[in-house]
C-alpha cells in the first residue's frame, strides 16, 4: 500500500513538474498560471495540491519513524517548520483568497510576507514539506515529499512572465528589491 501511494504522490508532482517546466519553456502556452481563469481552473489547481498533500500525510503516519532520525530532531525541527508555515501559507491565502492563490488574476501583492520574498507561499509549504519529512522520518514521505519540493522551486519561474506581462513595470521593481525565496 505505501508503494502504490508513493507512486500516486511521484506521478503527481512529475506531473506538475513537467507542467511548470512546459510553462517555463513555453509561456506563450503556459499552464501555470493559467491563460484564462475558468471555473475548470480551481479543480485542476487544488485537486492534485491537497492530493499530494493528502498521500504525504498518510505515507507519513504508515511509515511513522522507519529512519533512524533522532526524536529531539524530529520534534525540536519537524514540528516547528509545520507550523511555520501553516501561520505563513494560510495567512497569505487570507489575504490573497483562494481564487488568486490559484491562479486568478488579481493584485500584486507587495506587503505582508511578500515584503521578504516574492514568493512566501511556497518557501512556507517548502517549509512543512521538510517539516513532514523529518517528523515522519520515512523513506515515501522523503521522495514524495522531494519531489514536490521541486514543484514548488520550479513554480516562479513559470509565474515569473506572467506577473511581468499583468503588472509591467511596478513587477520589475519589486522583483529588483525583493528575492525570489528568501
Known amino acids: 500500500m505505501q508503494a502504490i501511494l508513493a507512486l500516486i504522490g511521484v506521478v503527481i508532482a512529475a506531473g506538475t513538474f513537467a507542467a511548470m517546466l512546459w510553462s517555463i519553456a513555453y509561456p506563450e ?16 489547481v487544488w485537486v492534485p495540491t491537497f492530493t499530494l498533500f493528502g498521500v504525504l500525510i498518510v505515507l507519513g503516519f504508515m511509515e511513522w519513524g522507519s529512519l533512524p532520525v533522532p526524536t529531539w530532531l524530529r520534534f525540536g525541527v519537524g514540528i516547528p ?18 481564487a488568486q492563490t490559484g491562479g486568478a488574476k488579481g493584485l500584486l501583492r507587495t506587503s505582508g510576507m511578500y515584503r521578504y ?39 516562479p519561474f513559470a509565474e515569473e512572465p506572467w506577473l511581468k506581462e499583468q503588472y509591467g513595470s511596478a513587477f520589475e521593481e519589486y522583483k529588483g528589491r525583493v528575492r525570489r525565496f528568501l
Do not use: K
Not at 139 to 145: H, K, Y
Open 117 to 155: 520574498s516574492r514568493n512566501p507561499q511556497y518557501v512556507a509549504d517548502i517549509a512543512m514539506i521538510v517539516g513532514w519529512i523529518v517528523l515522519c522520518a520515512s523513506v515515501g514521505v522523503a521522495i514524495v515529499g522531494l519531489a514536490g519540493t521541486a514543484v514548488l522551486v520550479a513554480a
Open 81 to 98: 517548520l509545520i507550523l511555520a508555515g501553516n501561520i505563513i501559507v494560510w495567512s497569505e491565502v487570507a489575504q490573497f483568497g483562494i
Open 29 to 44: 502556452r503556459r499552464i501555470w498560471p493559467p491563460n484564462r481563469y475558468t471555473t475548470v481552473t480551481p479543480i485542476l
